[in-house]
């Protein structure tokens, strides 16, 4: 079955060569996407990270001493909703 198709496929493009180009691209698409993958892969191991500040924000939540400030969470959800970026 796969022979008379590919027979019908020259037939109906007059080139072999347009048939061999149509069947090689989904082994081109899948290598392409196998290569993104790698690329996403090493980009997300080098996230810069504060691990230090983390851990001071982590304390400062567990002690209860973070500083909430109802305004700034106030500024922040308009920001968010209005798709702007106040002023630090």
């Known amino acids: 079955m796969?022979?008379?198709l590919a027979v019908s496929a020259i037939a109906s493009t007059g080139s072999v060569a347009s048939v061999a180009s149509a069947a090689n691209k989904p082994v081109t698409?899948?290598?392409q996407q196998l290569e993104l993958s790698a690329i996403a892969s090493e980009t997300g191991k080098g996230v810069p990270v504060d691990t230090q500040h983390v851990e001071d924000v982590r304390r400062a939540v567990r002690n209860?001493?973070?500083?909430?400030?109802?305004?700034t969470i106030a500024d922040r959800m308009l920001a968010l909703k209005l798709n702007w970026s106040p002023a630090k």
Do not use: F, S
């Not at 209860?64 to 305004?71: K, L, M, N, S």
């Open 2 to 4: 796969p022979e008379r």
């Open 29 to 31: 698409t899948a290598i």
């Open 64 to 71: 209860g001493t973070y500083p909430i400030t109802p305004d």
